[in-house]
């Protein structure tokens, strides 16, 4: 096993200390550290993980303010805050990882290498030792986005703890290394995508819902219902495939979608809408995967004259309006209408 460096922690830290405004905030911790914030209740710990991607902000804005209340929470709460150097680096909160970085969010399964690898492989190891009673992973999305929750496990306590901050949960059966799923049969372990990384809203949502989660006495209290959709399939770009944002098809770009594509993020698609356009190389441009890696273009889409569609009537979700992200990560996820 790869040596791994303790992460630093930060103990109980004042409303002076953490600075005025966010940006002060990472400044002073300067690398991913923990935050420790003792409870009434000493004996119980939860823990929230956020800033997994230098451009979701809303998550460590919410510690932020959190800390500059000055409350204290129920019980005591492990904060772990990700990719401060990515958030740092200009524009603020514009890069999901540090430059020539990978997605700390795909790091946390072994082989863990390199520098975010070692990382969660460290993160994994403190939260091991807090034994939490749960742990919340909050998000946001990078398109315009209602806030959703996001669970490998479907049980009562998932939908509980979605239900702290959100009426939706989506249960995935893909697997991509992201930190719910090194810790899903740990601790219950919910990520909260608290909606748009540049929407007010989210921020808000996400600072009412680390109230609630704090200073629950304990998670019965949330039993307000919450509706499930199981298993999205995600839409990724083919490696070598270009994108683009645009009014209109682009020549030579292998796929188009509209700039605000995102303006339908959980809302239904009819097979009529066009989705976007595709170039002369068709769907071969997509790679549509389902939990075995399957490829499932022809089943979900369908090409008529360049444009794109849905061959099904289905909503879609997290879908990006950043071709960095498109290309990088997936442009969207389906999900089948049930
Ligand atoms: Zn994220």
Redesign the pocket.
């Known amino acids: 096993m790869t040596p791994t460096r303790p992460i630093p922690r930060w103990e109980a830290p004042t409303p002076q200390d953490v600075g005025q405004t966010v940006e002060d905030f990472l400044v002073k911790l300067g690398e991913p550290t923990f935050v420790w914030l003792p409870g009434l209740d000493a004996t119980r710990t939860r823990a929230v993980s956020t800033l ?2 230098g ?2 902000p809303s998550g460590v804005r919410a510690i932020h303010r959190w800390i500059r209340e000055g409350q204290q929470p129920q019980v005591n709460v492990l904060c772990f805050i990700g990719a401060i150097r990515a958030a740092l680096t200009e524009p603020l909160f514009s890069h ?1 990882c540090a430059p020539e970085g990978k997605d700390l ?1 795909r790091c946390f399964r072994s082989p863990f290498e390199g520098p975010e690898g070692i990382m969660a492989q460290a993160m994994l190891q403190e939260l091991q030792h807090a034994q939490p009673e749960a742990l919340i992973d909050l ?4 398109g315009r986005s209602p806030a959703y929750g996001v669970s490998t496990l479907n049980r009562d306590i998932q939908e509980r703890l979605t239900g702290i901050f959100c009426d939706h949960l989506v249960v995935t059966d893909l697997r991509l290394g992201t930190l719910m799923e090194a810790t899903e049969y740990d601790w219950p372990t919910v ?1 909260i ?1 608290a909606g748009g990384a540049n929407d007010p809203r989210a921020d808000e949502l996400a600072f009412r819902g680390f109230t609630r989660y704090v200073l629950a006495k304990d998670f019965s209290d949330f039993s307000s219902p919450v509706t499930v959709v199981q298993h999205p399939i995600r839409v990724e770009l083919q490696k070598d495939a270009t994108v683009a944002y645009s009014h209109a098809p682009v020549p030579g770009v292998d796929l188009t979608l509209p700039p605000d594509v995102d303006r339908l993020n959980f809302g239904l698609w009819s097979r009529q809408e066009t989705l976007g356009w595709v170039g002369t190389r068709g769907l071969d441009v997509l790679w549509t995967k389902n939990a075995m890696g399957q490829n499932l273009n022809s089943a979900f889409f369908a090409v008529q004259d360049g444009e794109l569609r849905l061959a099904h009537p289905s909503r879609l979700m997290m879908v990006t309006t950043n071709a960095e992200i498109a290309k990088s990560d997936c442009l969207f996820y389906i999900l089948p209408d049930s």
């Open positions: 997994l991607h451009n979701e999901r969010n998000h946001n999305t990078s990520t995508e």
